[in-house]
C-alpha cells in the first residue's frame, strides 16, 4: 500500500526532480517506509512506499523491468499474486523479490491490459513503456485506491492525491463550481469530476491509455469491468446459495489475510465486520481489534443508541480478540476538522470523522486492517431506499422517485436558493441527467420489483459505496494504515451480483417509505414494517457469530451530531457557518443558509448531513487548499 505519482510532459521538457519530489513528500503519509524517483528526460514517476509484502529494498520503487523497457509505480495489494507468479514463472519470467508490485510489472508486461482482469484485490498503477512511448493508468474493478489526473495539451500529471498535483507550479488550484452543485444534490460526486476545477478521478473498473507518439496525445479511458447485478435464469436451491455463500465469504476473508506485517480488524457491534474478525481470528492467536464508541452523555432519541461498544467488547471476548476502544466527544469533530478537511480534499460521502479516529487507533497497533465496506451494498442492506421505487411505470419513473430520494441535503428548491450568488457558473448542469446518466452503461430491462432492486444495487454500488471506498482509503492513508475490504474479493462480488433479490429480500410490497431526514429514528420505522435486508448473509452469519448479532437492526457508524449540533457544539457551528464571514458565503446564500441551518436548531427538520456538509466545505476554504 503506497501512493504514487507521475508526470508526461508532450513537448519534450524534462520533468524537474525538484517538482517530482515535492509531489511524493505531499504524500508521505501514504508512505512513510521510503520514497523512490525515476526521471527519464521528459517522464518521470513517482513513489511512496507503505511495506506490506516483502518488507526489504527489493520491493523498492518505481520498479524497472529486468529488460529496462517498462517501469511501474503501484500502490495496492493483489491478492492472487502468489498464483500469477506461478503462471509466469512457466512461461519463463524471473522474480528478484516476493512482493505482489512485480508480479504486478510482470503480468502487465506479459498480458497487457487483460491483466487487469487478473488481479483480485485492490490497486492504482502507472506503467510507462519506454519502447511504445505509451503510458497506462489503471484502477481496481471497485474503485477501492483513487488515482487523480490533470492532463492540458503540453503535459498529464497523476497522483493517488489532489494535493501531490498542487505541487505543480503553474496549476490554478480553483474549486469546482459544478461539482460543488454535485456534492450538495447528492452529498457525493457521481461523475469523474473533483472539487478541484481540471483535476478528474479515473473511474473504478477503467483504465486510460496515452501514446506520446501521437500528434495530439490525450488520455483515452476505457472500462474493462462493470458492476452488473442480474437475476439468475436457472436459480439454484437456497441451501445451494447458502453453502457457496459460506464458502466464498471465508475464502475471501483468508485471501486477505497475507501480509509480512501485523495484520488487525475493525469490531463493531455489527455483523459484516464482526463475521471477519470471527474468520480472522482462526488465523491468529489474539488478533487485535478496534471499536469507535461514542460518549451519549449529551445524545437524545435514536442517537441515544448510536454506541456499539458493549457488542464489539461482547464479540471480542468471544473471539479472544486483543481489544482497543476509543470514545468520542462532541470535541473530537471540532477538534480534527482542519486535518480531516486536509486529507480528504473534497467532501464525500457521511460524517466522515469517526473513520479518522477509528484508523488513528488502529494505526498504533497494525500497519493493516480488515473492515466490512461493500456488504450492504452487495446483499441489500438498506432496504428503506429500494422499497421507495418498487413499483413504477417505466424506467424513467423509477429515475424520477429515486432521484427525489437522493436529494440527501435539499430540496431542488433549497439549492437554487443556496447556490444564487454563483448561479451562472451552474447554469446547464441538470443532476437528474447526472444520476441518470450512472446507468447508461448497465441493461435498462425493467418487468419485476427484483428488477428494480438491482439496478439500485448498481447505482449504490457505483456511487455511495464508491465514496465510502475514497473516504476510506483516505482516512486510513492518513495514518499510513492499509485498509482492506474482504467483501470485494472478486469471486464473491459475482456471487453476489448472481444471487437472487428474493434471497436478499423477503418484502416486496413497495409500500413502505422511510424519509432520510426525518426527525426521530427512520430505521425503527422500517424494521417494524419489515424485518428485511441482508437475508442470506444474515443466514450465513448465524453460523459464524452470536444469533442477536446476525439478526439485529442495521446500524450505520456515525456519531450523534444531530443532537450535538444543537447542543454541545452549537457554539462552533454558528460560528463557522452562521457568522457573516464565514467562506461559504462567497459561493452560499446566506439567509438560505440560516433558514436551513435554523431548522435542525429548532428540532423542525433533522439537517445533520448539511449541517456536517457545510462545515466540511468551510474547513476546505479555510484550509486555503482550493479558492474561490
Not at 210 to 228: A, G
Not at 563 to 585: C, M, N, P, T
Request: hydrophobic share 35%; proline share 3%; glycine share 6%.
Amino acid at each position: 500500500m503506497c501512493g504514487i505519482v507521475g508526470q508526461l510532459n508532450f513537448d519534450g521538457e524534462p520533468v524537474s526532480a525538484k517538482i517530482l519530489k515535492k509531489m511524493t513528500d505531499a504524500i508521505l503519509h501514504r508512505g512513510p517506509d521510503g520514497e523512490g524517483h525515476w526521471i527519464d528526460q521528459n517522464i518521470g514517476l513517482g513513489h511512496r512506499r507503505l511495506a506490506i509484502i516483502d518488507t526489504s529494498s527489493a520491493g523498492h520503487q518505481p520498479m524497472i523491468s529486468a529488460d529496462h523497457r517498462f517501469v511501474l509505480t503501484y500502490n495496492g495489494e493483489v491478492y492472487n499474486f502468489r498464483e500469477l507468479r506461478t503462471e509466469l514463472e512457466a512461461k519463463g519470467y524471473e522474480f528478484d523479490s516476493q512482493t505482489d508490485s512485480e508480479v504486478v510489472l510482470y503480468a502487465l508486461v506479459e498480458w497487457e491490459e487483460e491483466a487487469l482482469l487478473k488481479f483480485n484485490g485492490m490497486f492504482a498503477l502507472a506503467l510507462w513503456d519506454r519502447k511504445q512511448k505509451t503510458l497506462l493508468l489503471a484502477r481496481d474493478r471497485y474503485g477501492i485506491k483513487p488515482l487523480y489526473y490533470f492532463q492540458t495539451y503540453k503535459t498529464c500529471i497523476f497522483a493517488s492525491e489532489q494535493k501531490a498535483i498542487f505541487e505543480q507550479p503553474s496549476f490554478d488550484r480553483k474549486i469546482n463550481k459544478r461539482a460543488l452543485l454535485e456534492y450538495f444534490t447528492f452529498q457525493n460526486i457521481f461523475t469523474d469530476q473533483t472539487l478541484t476545477k481540471g483535476i478528474s478521478i479515473l473511474p473504478a473498473g477503467h483504465y486510460a491509455k496515452l501514446n506520446l507518439s501521437e500528434e495530439k496525445p490525450i488520455l483515452r479511458k476505457t472500462c474493462y469491468w462493470d458492476l452488473k447485478f442480474v437475476e439468475p435464469r436457472n436459480p439454484a436451491s437456497r441451501e445451494e446459495y447458502v453453502e457457496e455463500l459460506d464458502r466464498l465469504f471465508r475464502q475471501s476473508v483468508q485471501r486477505q489475510l497475507v501480509s509480512d506485517v501485523e495484520l488487525g480488524a475493525y469490531l463493531s457491534g455489527g455483523m459484516d465486520s464482526g463475521s471477519i474478525t470471527a474468520i480472522a481470528s482462526e488465523s491468529f492467536e489474539y488478533l487485535k481489534s478496534f471499536t469507535c464508541g461514542f460518549d451519549l452523555s449529551s445524545a437524545s432519541g435514536l442517537e441515544a443508541c448510536f454506541d456499539e461498544r458493549s457488542t464489539a467488547e461482547a464479540l471480542s471476548y468471544a473471539f479472544k480478540t486483543e481489544h482497543y476502544e476509543v470514545v468520542l466527544k462532541a470535541g473530537d469533530m471540532e477538534r480534527c476538522l482542519p486535518s480531516l478537511a486536509w486529507h480528504l480534499e473534497e467532501p464525500r460521502v457521511g460524517q466522515s470523522y469517526p473513520n479518522f479516529y477509528a484508523a488513528k487507533l488502529a494505526s498504533k497497533f497494525v500497519k493493516v486492517v480488515l473492515s466490512g465496506a461493500g456488504g450492504d451494498e452487495l446483499f441489500a442492506g438498506y432496504p428503506w431506499r429500494y422499497f421507495r421505487t418498487m413499483v413504477n411505470e417505466n424506467f424513467e419513473d423509477y429515475i424520477d422517485k429515486y432521484y427525489l430520494y437522493w436529494q440527501r441535503l435539499a430540496s431542488n428548491s433549497d439549492l437554487q436558493n443556496l447556490f444564487s450568488p454563483i448561479r451562472k457558473d451552474v447554469d446547464g448542469v441538470w443532476t437528474r441527467d447526472i444520476f441518470r446518466d450512472v446507468f447508461l452503461t448497465h441493461d435498462e430491462s425493467f418487468e419485476k420489483p427484483e428488477d428494480y432492486i438491482n439496478h439500485s444495487l448498481y447505482f449504490e454500488s457505483k456511487t455511495f459505496l464508491h465514496g465510502l471506498l475514497v473516504v476510506e482509503d483516505k482516512l486510513s492513508m492518513a495514518h499510513g494504515l492499509e485498509n482492506r475490504v474482504p467483501f470485494l474479493d472478486n469471486d464473491l462480488t459475482e456471487f453476489a451480483m448472481k444471487c437472487p433479490v428474493s434471497l436478499k429480500l423477503k418484502n416486496f410490497s413497495g409500500d413502505v417509505r422511510i424519509n432520510e431526514n426525518t426527525v426521530g429514528d427512520k430505521q425503527a420505522q422500517f424494521f417494524q414494517q419489515t424485518q428485511d435486508g441482508k437475508q442470506i448473509l444474515r443466514e450465513v452469519m448465524n453460523r459464524i457469530i452470536p444469533n442477536e448479532v446476525a439478526d439485529a437492526k442495521k446500524q450505520g457508524f456515525s456519531g450523534p451530531d444531530s443532537s450535538w449540533f444543537k447542543g454541545d457544539s452549537i457554539e462552533f457551528v454558528k460560528r463557522k457557518i452562521l457568522q457573516k464571514d464565514a467562506r461559504i458565503y462567497s459561493l452560499f446564500d446566506r439567509r438560505t443558509v440560516n433558514d436551513l441551518v435554523g431548522e435542525h436548531l429548532s428540532g423542525k427538520t433533522n439537517r445533520r448531513l448539511l449541517i456536517w456538509s457545510l462545515l466540511n466545505l468551510e474547513a476546505i476554504l479555510e484550509s486555503e487548499m482550493i479558492s474561490v
